[in-house]
C-alpha cells in the first residue's frame, strides 16, 4: 500500500503519528511499521513535504490490541503478549487472579485447569477418556522401545490421539475444550503400570492424581501422598510463557490443531533445562539419602563446579511458591521425612556458599524419591499437568490475529551478492 497525500492546512482531521510514535506505541521497530503498511494492516498518509509518513492514532491503537502488544517491545527482540491466564508478581503466582497455591490447597488439578480454561469453578468435574482413542494411544505406546522414556510414550499418544479425532481441526473454543477434556486422561491412560501385579484403579472417571499414581510407582496410594500429587500437577498447571508454552503459542498462532499445540509444547519440555530438570534434583536427592547426607553430595557438585539442582528460580528471589506449597503437604506424608530432611540439608549446605531457596523441582525430586518413583516420574507429572495449560494459552491464541507470532531475524551472514557456489 502506498502513502496518500496527507489533508491540506484546512482539514479538520484528528492529530496523526509520525512513524517513530506508532512504532512506539506498537512496541515494533519503524521498520516494521513500514512492513504493517505494505500488508495492508495500516495506512499511511505521506506527510507534508515528502518527509516521512503519519498513521492515524485509532487505527495504529486497534493493531496494538490485535497484535497483543501490551508495552514497546524489550531491546533484543523479547516477545510480549497479553494474557489473562498467569501473573507472576511478588514471589507468588495467581490463575486469573486468585492464588495458584491456594487453589492447589482446596481443589483438584481438573476443577483448576477448567478455571483455567473457561474461568469457572466446577466443583466435582472429572476427566475421562475416550474408549476407542484411549485403546489406540496405548497400542501405540506399546510399540515404543522398551527403552522409551516417558515423554516419548507421551508424544506418541498425543499422535494416536489426534489420528483419532477427525474433527481435530476445529478450533472454535467449545470444540477445543471437548478435545483437552478427553486428551489428558487419554495421556495418563497410555502410560504403562509400573510393577507386576498393579491394577487400572483409577481407570474409570477417577480423579486424575489416582489415575496417574500406578503408572509412576509399584507401591499403594495413601491419601496424603495422592494430595501431594494432586497439587503437584495443579500447581505446575502454567507458569506464564515458559519456553514450552511460548512453543505452544506460536503452534496456536499458525492454527495448528490442539493436540499438535501440545506435541509442540511436549517437544520443548524434553529439554534438560525445563521440564527434565527435576530428574536431576531426584539423583541428588536420592544420592543424599543413600549416603546420609546431603553435604558430602553438595561438596561433590561444588567440587567438580556443577550447579546444586533443585535450587534458584529466575523469577523467584525467595523460595518459590510451588515448592512451599509442596513441603508443607510433604510433611502429612510419613514416608517423605527421610528425602525432605535430605531435602533441607541441601538447602541449608549450599547457603553456606550462595543463599539459593528451592524451587519446584526439589520438590517434586522429594515426592519421587520418598514414593518409589523413577527419575522421570517428575517430568512426567510436569508434562501431564502443563497440557492442561497449553490449551489454555492456545484458546487465548485462537482468538488473535493469525501467523502474528513472527519475529524477524537479524541477518549475519555474507552480504549479497555473493558468486554461486
Known amino acids: 500500500m502506498t502513502d496518500q497525500p496527507e489533508p491540506g492546512p484546512g482539514s479538520r482531521s484528528a492529530p496523526r503519528l509520525t512513524t517513530r510514535e506508532a512504532a512506539e506505541l506498537l512496541g515494533v521497530k519503524p521498520e516494521t511499521v513500514y512492513a504493517y503498511v505494505s500488508r495492508g494492516q495500516l495506512s499511511s498518509v505521506r506527510a507534508a513535504g515528502g518527509r516521512g509518513s503519519t498513521f492515524d492514532a485509532d487505527e495504529v491503537r486497534a493493531l496494538a490490541r490485535r497484535s497483543g502488544r501490551r508495552d514497546p517491545a524489550p531491546a533484543g527482540g523479547d516477545l510480549v503478549f497479553r494474557t489473562g491466564i498467569t501473573l507472576i508478581e511478588g514471589d507468588r503466582y495467581y490463575f486469573r487472579g486468585v492464588d495458584a497455591t491456594e487453589l492447589a490447597r482446596r481443589h483438584r488439578y481438573e476443577e483448576v485447569a477448567e478455571w483455567l480454561w473457561t474461568g469457572e469453578l466446577r466443583p466435582g468435574t472429572r476427566f475421562e477418556a475416550p474408549a ?10 506399546a510399540a515404543l522401545p522398551a527403552h522409551s522414556g516417558s515423554t516419548d510414550r507421551l508424544r506418541a499418544a498425543v499422535t494416536a490421539a489426534a489420528a483419532m479425532d477427525p474433527l481435530r481441526f476445529d478450533l472454535a473454543p467449545e470444540a477445543v475444550l471437548s ?5 489428558i486422561p487419554t495421556l495418563v491412560g497410555a502410560l504403562p503400570l509400573v510393577g507386576e501385579g498393579e491394577t487400572d484403579a483409577g481407570a474409570d472417571g477417577d480423579a486424575l492424581a489416582r489415575q496417574l499414581w500406578p503408572r509412576l510407582t509399584a507401591r499403594p496410594a495413601d491419601a ?17 510463557l515458559a519456553a514450552s508454552t511460548l512453543a505452544a503459542r506460536v503452534a ?11 506435541s509442540a509444547g511436549l517437544g520443548v519440555l524434553e529439554g534438560p533445562l525445563h521440564g527434565a530438570a527435576s530428574g536431576l534434583a531426584h539423583r541428588m536427592l536420592q544420592e543424599a539419602v543413600d549416603r546420609g547426607s546431603a553435604v558430602l553430595v553438595v561438596a561433590d557438585h561444588l ?19 510451588r515448592a512451599r506449597t509442596l513441603f508443607a503437604l510433604l510433611e502429612d506424608v510419613p514416608q517423605a521425612a527421610g528425602a525432605l530432611a535430605a531435602a533441607r540439608e541441601v538447602v541449608a549446605t549450599t547457603a553456606r556458599h550462595a543463599p539459593l531457596p528451592a524451587n519446584i523441582d526439589l520438590a517434586l525430586a522429594v515426592l519421587s524419591v520418598a514414593c ?14 502443563r497440557t492442561a495449560g497449553w490449551i489454555a494459552h492456545a484458546l487465548e491464541e485462537y482468538g488473535e490475529r493469525p501467523l502474528r507470532i513472527r519475529p524477524s531475524g537479524q541477518y549475519t551472514g555474507p552480504r549479497p551478492p555473493q558468486p554461486l557456489p
Open 252 to 262: 496456536a498462532s499458525a492454527r495448528a490443531h490442539p493436540y499438535a499445540v501440545v
Open 303 to 321: 567440587r567438580t563446579g556443577r550447579p546444586v539442582p533443585g535450587l534458584g528460580h529466575r523469577l523467584y528471589r525467595a523460595e518459590d511458591p
Open 179 to 183: 478435545s483437552a477434556r478427553a486428551l
Open 132 to 141: 476407542a482413542t484411549l485403546a489406540a494411544a496405548r497400542r501405540t505406546v
Open 372 to 385: 518409589g518413583m523413577a527419575a522421570e516420574a517428575g517430568e512426567t507429572v510436569f508434562a501431564v499437568s
Open 224 to 240: 496424603p501422598a495422592l494430595a501431594v500429587l494432586d497439587a503437584a500437577l495443579t500447581l505446575l498447571i502454567d507458569h506464564d
